[in-house]
C-alpha cells in the first residue's frame, strides 16, 4: 500500500512570473512616505499610483494599456493639501476613486474614460470628519456608496457617499493608532488590528465589539488580520524576536490559533491578500523581494505552504487585480502590480494547463461589479453576500460594463458612464455637465466683476 506524501491541491504548481519590461510601467516616482500602505490600486480599466510630489498629496492613474515609459507631463489627481497615504477604486464603479491624506480628508474622484487629459484638482466629494491623517480608506464589499475610513484619531467613519455626510463614527473602542480594517464577505462586520495589540471583531451599525483577542501575535510590531471566506481570521504578525508569523483563527475559540507558523526573521509588516475563490493567501512584505502563497483548507495544518515568487529589486508597495480583469484564457489566477522605486511591475500568478478551454475548476463563480444593496438598505440593517458572475464571459466583456450608478453631491444623480455626456430625464445630470455650468456661472461673475471695475476707472478719470 503506498503512502502518499505530496498533498493533492490543484493549485500546488502556481508560479509566478514578471512580465517583460515593454509591459511595465516606467519612470513613475513613487511616494516614499512611510506609511505601512499599498501605495496603488488596479482595477480592470485603470491603475493608481500615489507619487512624489511638490506643494501637496498626488496620485497618477495610468489606463492600463498605457506601458512604457510615462511621460513626466502625464496629469496627476493633485486635491489634497498633504502627502496621499491610502487609495482604493470603487468595486461597483471602475472610474471612481477614493483616497485618504495627511491633511485630515477623504475625496471622492470621477476618472474620466480613457484617463486623464489634465490634472484633476476637484474631486466630486470630499469628507471631512478626521482630525488626524487617514490612512486606511474602505469601499463596502456589497453596498453601494458606503466608505469606510480610518484615521490617526484612532476613528473609524463609515460614510454614505450619496450624501457626503458620516452614518457611523466609531470613536470609542480603539485606544491607539489602528493598523488594519477590514470588511467580511457580505460586509456586516469589520475586523481591526490595533497598536494596542487588540484584534477586534466589531459590528459597525450597533457600534459593538463582539469578538476580541489580546496579543495574537508576541511582538510589538504590526498585526495585520482579514476574515477568510468561511468567516475565520487569518493574521500576520511577528514573534518576540521579531519572526514573522502567520496564524489562523476560529472566533469560536479564540484561546489559541488553529495554526501558527513562523516564517523568518524581517522587519516587513507582511500584507495578506486573499483570494476566496480559490482559498488562496498571498503574503508580501514591504522592503521584501518576494511573495509568499499559501493555501487555507479544512485539513490540518489547515495553512499549506505552495510557493514562492521571488525577484532581485525589492518591493516598496503591491496591489492586485480583481477577478473580473484576468486573463482566463492563459489560467491566470492572480495578478499583482510590484512596485520598484521608480517603475510598477505587473506579476501574473498561473495554474499550468495544456488545454486552452475555460477551466471551471480554477474559476468558480466570483463577486461581481453589480451592488447587492443601496447605502440606505445597508445603514438600515440590511445584509447581503455579493452578486456572484462567471467569469467565462470575462473575455467578451464590454469597456465600461463595469461602471454603476453612484449617487454624489445630494443633488446630483449619476446615472449613466462618465463617456455618457448627454442629459436624460429632469434631473439626470452628469458630473461634467454639473462642472461646465459651475465653470459658466465663475465665468459670468468674473465678467461682471471686471466690467464694474472697468467703469470704475473710467469714471475717476
Not at 486573463?327 to 512596485?339: G, N, P, Q, T
Not at 488545454?355 to 447587492?372: H, M, N
Request: hydrophobic fraction near 35%; proline fraction near 6%; charged fraction near 25%.
Amino acid at each position: 500500500m503506498s503512502r502518499q506524501v505530496v498533498r493533492s491541491s490543484k493549485f500546488r504548481h502556481v508560479f509566478g512570473q514578471g512580465l517583460k519590461a515593454d509591459q511595465c510601467y516606467d519612470d513613475i516616482r513613487v511616494s516614499r512616505a512611510t506609511w505601512d500602505g499599498n501605495f496603488s490600486c488596479v482595477n480592470p480599466e485603470f491603475l493608481a499610483i500615489i507619487v512624489e510630489a511638490s506643494g501637496g498629496g498626488a496620485f497618477i492613474v495610468l489606463p492600463l494599456a498605457k506601458c512604457g515609459r510615462v511621460d513626466k507631463a502625464t496629469p496627476l489627481v493633485c486635491g489634497h493639501t498633504a502627502v496621499v497615504l491610502d487609495i482604493e477604486w470603487c468595486p461597483h464603479n471602475d472610474h471612481i476613486i477614493a483616497s485618504g491624506s495627511e491633511d485630515c480628508n477623504v475625496m471622492i474622484w470621477e476618472i474620466p474614460e480613457g484617463g486623464l487629459t489634465r490634472p484633476l484638482t476637484e474631486p466630486l466629494v470630499t469628507l471631512e470628519g478626521h482630525t488626524k491623517r487617514v490612512g486606511i480608506v474602505s469601499w463596502h464589499p456589497t453596498a453601494s456608496n458606503i466608505l469606510l475610513s480610518a484615521g490617526g484619531d484612532n476613528v473609524i467613519i463609515i460614510w454614505n457617499v450619496t450624501t457626503g455626510e458620516r452614518a457611523i463614527v466609531i470613536d470609542s473602542l480603539h485606544t491607539d493608532t489602528i493598523y488594519s480594517v477590514a470588511w467580511n464577505r457580505d460586509g456586516s462586520r469589520l475586523l481591526t488590528s490595533c497598536k494596542d495589540k487588540k484584534l477586534r471583531v466589531i459590528e459597525p451599525r450597533k457600534q459593538t465589539v463582539e469578538l476580541e483577542k489580546e496579543k495574537p501575535h508576541e511582538g510589538t510590531r504590526p498585526v495585520r488580520a482579514i476574515f477568510t471566506a468561511d468567516g475565520k481570521i487569518f493574521t500576520t504578525g511577528f514573534g518576540k524576536m521579531t519572526e514573522r508569523q502567520v496564524a489562523l483563527w476560529d472566533p469560536e475559540s479564540m484561546g489559541s490559533p488553529m495554526h501558527l507558523e513562523e516564517l523568518d526573521v524581517s522587519s516587513g509588516v507582511l500584507i495578506p491578500f486573499y483570494d476566496p475563490d480559490t482559498g488562496i493567501v498571498y503574503l508580501c512584505g514591504k522592503g521584501d523581494s518576494t511573495i509568499r502563497y499559501f493555501e487555507l483548507t479544512d485539513e490540518a495544518p489547515f495553512i499549506h505552504y505552495l510557493s514562492a515568487f521571488s525577484s532581485k529589486e525589492s518591493q516598496r508597495g503591491f496591489c492586485w487585480m480583481p477577478k473580473t480583469g484576468l486573463d482566463v484564457k492563459k489560467c491566470e489566477i492572480a495578478r499583482f502590480y510590484k512596485l520598484h522605486e521608480r517603475k510598477c511591475e505587473p506579476i501574473v500568478m498561473t495554474v499550468p494547463r495544456k488545454s486552452d478551454v475555460f477551466q471551471d475548476d480554477l474559476y468558480p463563480d466570483t463577486a461581481g461589479p453589480e451592488p447587492a444593496l443601496d447605502a440606505d438598505q445597508w445603514l438600515s440593517g440590511r445584509d447581503a453576500g455579493p452578486i456572484l458572475v462567471s467569469l467565462r464571459e470575462s473575455a467578451a466583456r464590454e469597456s465600461g460594463a463595469r461602471v454603476r450608478p453612484l449617487l454624489l453631491r445630494k443633488v446630483v444623480d449619476v446615472k449613466r458612464s462618465p463617456s455618457d455626456t448627454q442629459c436624460g430625464e429632469t434631473g439626470d445630470v452628469t458630473p461634467l455637465i454639473v462642472k461646465l455650468q459651475n465653470d459658466l456661472e465663475r465665468l459670468k461673475a468674473t465678467v461682471v466683476e471686471q466690467g464694474d471695475r472697468i467703469s470704475q476707472l473710467e469714471g475717476s478719470k
